[in-house]
């Protein structure tokens, strides 16, 4: 049987506005905001540098976790956020 993950993530832009969001594929949706693939704000605000992330087996809990990182999104509460080491970062500039 497949394991599913999900993955909430923080993505920022060069001026710092972030954008939190969730996904089954973190490469592709990395691909996606590079691209500005991902229409409104987080395209809007040129959010595709991957700053952050954790991932779920359940769906029920990332959707639990994005909404309480979104319901408490000012950046000084996201300090303490794991954030994702430089090799996984590869997309970064």
Do not use: W
Not at 15 to 34: F, P
Not at 49 to 66: M, P, T
């Amino acid at each position: 049987m497949r394991e599913h993950r999900y993955y909430v993530y923080i993505v920022a832009s060069k001026t710092g506005t972030l954008y939190i969001g969730m996904t089954n594929s973190l490469d592709r949706r990395m691909l996606q905001h590079k691209a500005g693939e991902i229409e409104g704000f987080a395209s809007k605000y040129h959010c595709d540098r991957l700053v952050c992330c954790e991932s779920f087996d359940d769906l029920h809990k990332a959707i639990g976790r994005e909404k309480k990182l979104r319901a408490r999104a000012c950046p000084a509460d996201l300090l303490n956020y794991p954030v994702i080491s430089s090799r996984r970062n590869i997309l970064a500039d």
